[in-house]
């Protein structure tokens, strides 16, 4: 299993571009997540999903789309890049457990810069 | 209004002595607790959890505890060894969905050998 995958690894965006970010899992996990690390700081949810078709917003999801076509995939895009986007984007993914919290798995990360 | 704290940013610890990282919390609706390990261009990796209903939890040379009244929770590695450095987050969730956690900014880890 590869487990929880993205793509590209780095990103270098002019301010007011667009561009998708890959996630793909492996596992058959009905949830999926994406999250954001500014520096020194915690992740911060942007949207997550509960399965294909079902997408909802997280604490941060001002200047992001979702979509959740497959059990498989979850794309995150940004429409109008901004310098207050350059994060590095972390995609999880987990399935629900009976008795205690469900155990997430997190892709490698995206590093993006927007200038 | 941080909702999780981590108020040392870093800590280093001498290979074979205990490592201790503290965690604080200020919403009371919290009910289970998560400590994540993170190397360098990594993703976060799950470490270990508690729920409000118990007061610690083993696993391994991990183990976490929690103190409700103070809404406190610290990590504790013993022994620590050098593949323990990486940075440590500490995230608190209402209900069993992790995903929907609340983390810390974290706290760096050195082993020292």
């Known amino acids: 299993n590869a487990g929880v995958t993205q793509t590209p690894k780095f990103r270098i965006l002019k301010i007011g571009q667009s561009m998708t970010l890959q996630c793909t899992q492996d596992?058959?996990?009905?949830?999926m997540y994406w999250y954001r690390q500014d520096p020194g700081m915690g992740l911060k949810l942007i949207y997550y999903?509960?399965?294909?078709?079902?997408?909802d917003k997280g604490e941060v999801p001002n200047g992001y789309n979702v979509s959740r076509s497959t059990t498989e995939d979850f794309p995150l895009r940004l429409e109008l890049a901004a310098p207050s986007q350059t994060s590095v984007y972390f995609c999880?993914?987990?399935?629900?457990?009976?008795?205690?919290?469900?155990?997430?798995?997190f892709g490698p990360g995206t590093r993006l810069t927007v200038l | 209004d941080q909702q999780v704290k981590q108020n040392s940013p870093s800590l280093s610890v001498q290979e074979g002595r205990i490592s201790i990282l503290n965690c604080d919390y200020t919403?009371?609706?919290?009910?289970?607790f998560l400590w994540y390990k993170k190397y360098p261009a990594e993703g976060p990796t799950f470490l270990i959890s508690?729920?409000?209903?118990?007061d610690k939890n083993e696993d391994g040379r991990f183990t976490v505890f929690l103190n409700k009244s103070a809404k406190h929770l610290s990590l504790h590695i013993v022994p620590s060894q050098p593949g323990d450095s990486a940075v440590y987050f500490c995230?608190?969730?209402?209900?069993?969905?992790?995903?929907?956690?609340?983390f810390g900014d974290g706290t760096t880890l050195t082993v020292k050998p």
């Open positions: 999880a993914s987990s399935t629900p457990t009976s008795g205690g919290t469900d155990t997430q798995y």
């Open positions: 596992m058959n996990h009905n949830y």
């Open positions: 999903s509960v399965g294909a078709g079902i997408t």
């Open positions: 919403n009371s609706m919290f009910d289970y």
């Open positions: 508690i729920s409000s209903i118990k």
């Open positions: 995230a608190a969730s209402r209900g069993a969905n992790a995903g929907k956690s609340t």
